[in-house]
């Protein structure tokens, strides 16, 4: 039986019922797991907005062929249904979960917005899919993980949390740099903001404590850490987020691109700063 958790709203539970019943219709046996990372796992789930961030566990005699044939018939009943939230997320066995996303041989079923492909990327393939399913990971179908055997490598976390600092974040930054630029101009809207500010805060927050944080947690870091200069800014992106139209801290969105711009480049040197 899944969960009696709060963290999964109605809406959650409505598109994992369907997705395990087609899968077991398809592939009878075949996923033995279950598990909810992401913002619902860590309490910042909005029924609005929020997707599902999941790892499946197949049985370990399954292959990717098998997977895909049970995926991709259950996938794409939940987008003629039109069913939200979709789901992002991989699908793994136990052995994975032991070795770690460095050490996964070769490709995986990766889901994104309701369709799977075969990959070696994917938003789940890293270490903080790991650290948050040790940290407070969902199990909603099947057993709860065995944490003794979950692969954790406080090292690796920190290292690809810095090589993320420097190879999205700063690339990010410096994309939206020229104003008049499609980047550029997107960077004047309130998704930036959102995502700029409260994104690079998460990782600062990984370096600073070894777990991970939601958006709302970030923006409740940068307000214990960071000097009241950068906090006008830091409101205005949980207001974002919260979805809140009172209290808004900018008027002008050149200046708010302004803040957010200045911030993020501050996080991030500040983040690369810490002690490893």
């Not at 409740?220 to 992106?237: K, Y």
């Amino acid at each position: 039986m899944p969960p009696d958790d709060s963290r999964v709203f109605p809406a959650v539970r409505s598109v994992l019922d369907a997705l395990l019943h087609d899968l077991e219709t398809h592939a009878p046996g075949l996923i033995i797991g279950a598990y909810i990372t992401g913002s619902i796992a860590l309490g910042d789930g909005r029924p609005d907005r929020s997707d599902i961030d999941l790892v499946l566990v197949r049985n370990p005699d399954a292959d990717n062929a098998a997977s895909m044939a049970a995926l991709e018939p259950a996938l794409a009943t939940l987008r003629q249904r039109r069913q939200k939230p979709m789901i992002d997320g991989i699908v793994l066995d136990a052995r994975d979960l032991e070795a770690g996303p460095d050490r996964l041989d070769g490709a995986r079923p990766i889901i994104f917005a309701n369709v799977a492909r075969l990959g070696t990327d994917g938003s789940a393939h890293n270490p903080v899919t790991w650290q948050t399913l040790r940290q407070c990971g969902i199990a909603y179908h099947g057993d709860q993980l065995d944490l003794d055997r979950l692969w954790h490598d406080p090292a690796r976390l920190d290292s690809w949390t810095r090589s993320n600092l420097v190879s999205y974040w700063r690339r990010w930054l410096a994309r939206n740099d020229r104003l008049l630029s499609r980047s550029g101009v997107v960077s004047l809207g309130t998704w930036a903001t959102e995502w700029g500010v409260l994104g690079v805060t998460r990782l600062h927050y990984t370096l600073t404590t070894g777990h991970i944080t939601s958006k709302r947690g970030a923006g409740a870091f940068a307000l214990d850490t960071f000097p009241a200069r950068w906090h006008r800014v830091v409101r205005e992106a949980v207001r974002i987020r919260e979805g809140r139209r009172d209290e808004r801290q900018f008027r002008n969105p050149l200046e708010r691109r302004r803040h957010m711009r200045e911030y993020v480049a501050m996080v991030i040197d500040d983040a690369l700063a810490l002690p490893d």
